[in-house]
């Protein structure tokens, strides 16, 4: 089945993480070994998994993380260099795309086209690079954005879709595991993403500041790795709210593969990986779609490697290849066919066919 993902920081591992991603996961796996401790954990992700997968069509990220105080020294300190950062990861993606394994999908032209291409594929293994992975460009986090009159830049670099916010105290609003809204450059960058097309991405808000970019950005939106508040209460996830807001707005909402966004009380670095399993993944999106009354507002936005590993991630999950499972998972829990296909990619393919009309 063909699959879209609506999340993965595909150039930071490469960048970052230095990751060869041209290599089966387990290559990587077996690379690592030779080094006292590698952050993130065993790898999951790369582009033969993806292919290998059917996962034809992804968001990626550019994600330069800020300096935070109470970490440790691992990120750049200027927004400055963070910008520097951003480019040289979207570097990676054009240098992929010129070696033909990924193709941008920056209009609904290339999408319809690409889209087309992998359906028509057959059953059986394909050969890397035919046809290409396809990828929209996200920004998580905004601290490359200089001002906010710079979303033109980005929308002009090929940017499509923004999350404002990302760990704690952004530049413009404020992320996970803090509190407020957004301040007036923000609130500026929200009206100049509305004129330029730029798409919102709401994961990572703070409560306060999505219900500020609810108020003041008016274009679609999705969350593209989120699951749901009232099932793992904590910031990181939406409330009942929220999510209602959401579908009122027409919008898609990823699932994310993360296991302590996924169970109650599950500690990274503690909790036993193996009480995590995707069916659990399939209670998120089922409680969305209950909210929802219809299966038109779920997709898959794994994060699979967004800072973790297989360590963190579903237990019956070993890599990304192995993400048509959730399709028999969601058959197995009642979703029909059609449901089935609209959660794996169709919900998301047909957000931005809307979106960019
Ligand atoms: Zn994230």
């Not at 963070?82 to 209009?107: F, N, S």
């Not at 237990?315 to 290849?321: G, P, Q, R, V, Y």
């Not at 029909?336 to 066919?353: A, C, H, P, Q």
């Amino acid at each position: 089945m063909f699959i879209f993902d609506a999340h993965l920081d595909m150039a930071w591992n490469a960048t970052e993480w230095v990751r060869d991603l041209m290599l089966p996961a387990a290559k990587i796996r077996e690379f690592e070994q030779h080094y006292d401790k590698i952050i993130p954990g065993p790898c999951t992700v790369s582009w033969p998994e993806l292919h290998g997968g059917r996962v034809g069509l992804i968001i990626a990220t550019l994600l330069p993380r800020h300096h935070r105080k109470d970490k440790p020294l691992t990120f750049p300190q200027s927004r400055e260099a963070c910008y520097a950062m951003a480019h040289g990861q979207l570097a990676y993606y054009q240098a992929m795309t010129a070696r033909g394994v990924l193709r941008e999908i920056p209009d609904k032209a290339a999408l319809n086209q690409h889209v087309d291409e992998w359906l028509a594929l057959p059953a059986g293994d394909l050969p890397m690079g035919q046809p290409p992975i396809g990828f929209i460009l996200s920004m998580e986090g905004s601290t490359p954005i200089l001002y906010p009159e710079q979303i033109a830049d980005w929308y002009q670099a090929g940017l499509r879709l923004l999350g404002p916010a990302h760990y704690g105290p952004g530049p413009y609003c404020f992320g996970t595991g803090s509190e407020g809204g957004f301040n007036e450059d923000g609130k500026r960058m929200l009206r100049e993403m509305d004129r330029v097309g730029m798409l919102l991405d709401v994961t990572h808000l703070a409560d306060e500041s999505f219900w500020d970019a609810m108020k003041i950005y008016q274009g679609p939106c999705i969350a593209s790795h989120h699951n749901c508040r009232s099932l793992v209460p904590a910031d990181r996830q939406l409330t009942d709210e929220q999510i209602k807001e959401l579908i009122r707005r027409g919008s898609v909402i990823g699932a994310a593969f993360d296991n302590w966004m996924i169970r109650p009380g599950w500690k990274i670095g503690v909790s036993d990986p193996s009480t995590v399993q995707m069916t659990h993944i399939v209670d998120h999106i089922d409680h969305i779609c209950q909210l929802a009354g219809n299966a038109n507002h779920c997709g898959m936005g794994t994060d699979l490697d967004g800072g973790f590993g297989k360590e963190q991630s579903p237990s019956d999950l070993d890599t990304i290849a192995d993400l048509g499972k959730m399709a028999e998972l969601l058959a197995a829990r009642g979703y029909s066919t059609d449901d089935v296909e609209r959660i794996m990619w169709r919900n998301f393919v047909e957000f931005f066919r809307r979106a960019w009309k």
